[in-house]
């Protein structure tokens, strides 16, 4: 056993109804019976030696722990092969006057301890045998009311505290499903952004990928030193040609590096033509 357990349970006995508490510990047991009616209580602690010796008396030994545990069925009634009885120490006599077939003792005074204590029989029912362990309870007093309502106070608050506790366990909960959360979404968001990160460095190659091609063409279309093209001399050559088929003289093809020559102005031709018939026909 670990931490220790509390029971508690409604039986009905042959003097009436009783409330049964249990409490068990690694290595002791405490039995408190209280009566419904009168409000007197019943009370007693054994260890684990006391125990196993009262099962070793009744020849049928039991561990603590087992007993432990045939007692907690018993008050459940979690098993019909244990169940509990609460006798007066008369009605123990009795029994084991029947068991043992002889004569019961007389009864014990009312003034004597005996008479006060009442035993809680653990039963334990076999196929063809019932087995009795009487837990002797002394005789505690009735509870007093400053007494029930302190017990009433302190288990209101172990009830608040439990509630409390509960509710900063669920609280707790809350959190920890909160922070899991938190930290998927970081995960993904963390993905997405190396995600990004990754495209960004491809566009990047990509990018230099595409000037350096686009380097590559303009080096590939520049024209080489020393060589110019002109196609309008290319259209001159070539009147020139089906000039020259004519029988006129080619025009003369002006230097790359010099000026255009004027156009030809055949107004101006006709009057210089005529200034020098003048000049001609005064020298007559």
């Known amino acids: ?6 029971l508690q349970a409604n039986c009905a006995f042959r003097h009436g109804g009783h409330v049964v508490r249990l409490t068990l510990a690694r290595s002791t ?11 007197e209580q019943w009370r007693g602690e054994f260890d684990a030696a006391f125990i196993e010796d009262l099962t070793h008396k009744t020849g049928n030994f039991k561990q603590f722990g087992i007993f432990c545990s045939m007692l ?9 092969c244990v169940s509990l009885e609460l006798l007066t120490y008369a009605d123990l006599e009795t029994l084991r006057s029947r068991k043992v ?7 014990p005074s009312a003034t004597s301890p005996l008479s006060t204590k009442r035993y809680l029989i653990l039963v334990y029912s076999v196929e063809f045998d019932r087995i009795h362990y009487p837990l002797p309870l002394p005789y505690a007093g009735k509870l007093d009311p400053a007494a029930l309502r302190r017990l009433v106070r302190e288990l209101r608050e172990e009830l608040a505290q439990l509630r409390a506790r509960r509710a900063t366990r669920r609280l707790e909960d ?19 952004l190396a995600e990004v990160k990754a495209s960004e460095r491809r566009l990047q190659l990509r990018v230099k990928s595409l000037t350096a091609e686009l380097a590559s063409c303009k080096r590939g279309r520049r024209p ?15 009147r020139e040609s089906r000039g020259g088929s004519q029988g006129r003289p080619p025009p003369r093809s002006p230097s790359p590096a010099g000026p255009r020559p004027p156009r030809f102005d055949p107004t101006a031709f006709v009057r210089a033509r005529q200034r020098r018939q003048k000049e001609v026909e005064l020298k007559k």
């Open 1 to 6: 056993m670990g931490e220790p357990r509390y």
């Open 29 to 39: 047991l405490e039995v408190e019976v209280e009566a419904h009616l009168t409000g």
């Open 72 to 80: 907690e069925s018993a008050l459940m009634q979690s098993s019909e």
């Open 101 to 107: 077939g002889a004569i019961a003792r007389p009864h």
């Open 174 to 192: 809350e959190l920890l499903r909160e922070k899991a959360r938190h930290q998927r979404e970081q995960r993904q968001l963390a993905a997405e």
């Open 224 to 238: 080489l030193a020393g060589t110019t093209s002109h196609p309008p001399e290319r259209r001159s050559t070539s």
